[in-house]
């Protein structure tokens, strides 16, 4: 079969008019979808049920975030920190400053399959350069600098299903990289995975499925696009507005992809014509994803 046989459509679920969507994260605990607007400095969850959507402001820009073991908390990508966001009293409990001094703020981010924080961060400056880093936050919620590529755009962070691959981007080269990834932490044989080979798109978030293919959503691109695990396309999904940002499995089997997408970069005459931008869209792509890894680091009790 064809690449363009198995091509799905996204259609929209909600229209959230995020500036910036991004970390699209299913919680299989509670049967809801996270996701934050950057820009906006919100969380937003959805709860299919009843179809409500519900946000948080956020004391700055959240740019990522992940699941916590303790269900009362998630651990915050906030712009320039991390912290532990108390779910009940909104309340946030900081644990470390990233990359202090520099203008670059928190990027993507997902946890490997041991329930340590991988993130990346993002530079600020025009033109941007590649000052940021990738990092990891222990269980002990110490922090440590990964020996990858210094980025401008930290983004595609994702693990294999087994949790020995880990992939990753620097946007403006428009390439995905992978590399082996010990349980213990180490990190080798990092190289290229992907080369975008479509004339517009970058790589932004990505997750990854059961089959371990790879789904990324291409900002600019108006798609999600999934490779397997040698790097050859395997399937597409079209997205009806430009900028999809990052993508989840959920639903009830895990089979339902949710696509973030942002408003940011499109100016009066783009956003006229692109009106769904900023939405959160779903499309059910033949594929089962993973229970999101769950970070085990422990915030301190007050």
């Not at 712009?79 to 946030?92: I, M, N, P, Q, R």
């Not at 020996?147 to 946007?171: E, Q, V």
């Not at 408003?263 to 959160?280: I, N, P, Q, S, Y």
Request: a neutral charge; one cysteine or more.
């Amino acid at each position: 079969m064809s690449v363009a046989a198995r091509e799905r459509q996204a259609a929209l679920l909600i229209d959230a008019k995020c500036r910036l969507g991004e970390g699209a994260t299913w919680c299989a605990r509670t049967g809801r979808f996270y996701w934050t607007d950057i820009e906006g400095a919100r969380l937003w969850r959805y709860d299919p049920d009843d179809g409500r959507s519900t946000f948080w402001p956020m004391p700055e820009r959240l740019a990522t975030f992940a699941l916590c073991a303790d269900p009362h908390y998630l651990l915050l990508g906030l712009a320039s920190h991390l912290a532990f966001f108390d779910l009940a009293t909104g309340e946030t409990q900081h644990i470390v400053d990233v990359e202090p001094g520099l203008n670059t703020r928190v990027n993507d981010g997902r946890c490997d399959r041991q329930g340590r924080f991988v993130f990346g961060t993002k530079d600020e400056t025009s033109p941007m350069k590649t000052v940021g880093g990738f990092y990891r936050l222990n269980h002990d919620l110490t922090l440590e600098r990964l020996p990858l590529p210094s980025p401008a755009i930290a983004n595609s962070i994702a693990f294999s299903p087994d949790g020995a691959t880990m992939y990753y981007c620097d946007s403006p080269t428009r390439t995905i990289r992978t590399c082996a990834y010990g349980s213990d932490g180490r990190i080798s044989g990092d190289r290229v995975f992907v080369t975008l080979t479509d004339a517009t798109g970058l790589p932004d978030g990505s997750t990854v499925d059961r089959d371990g293919g790879l789904w990324n959503a291409q900002w600019g691109g108006a798609r999600v696009v999934r490779y397997g695990a040698d790097g050859a396309e395997t399937a597409r999904v079209t997205v009806p507005t430009a900028q999809p940002s990052c993508v989840a499995l959920g639903g009830a089997q895990l089979g339902t992809l949710y696509i973030t997408s942002g408003r940011d970069e499109l100016d009066a005459h783009a956003l006229g014509k692109d009106t769904r931008a900023g939405g959160v869209f779903i499309a059910t792509p033949g594929a089962r994803g993973l229970p999101e890894p769950l970070f085990q680091g422990t915030p301190v009790r007050r």
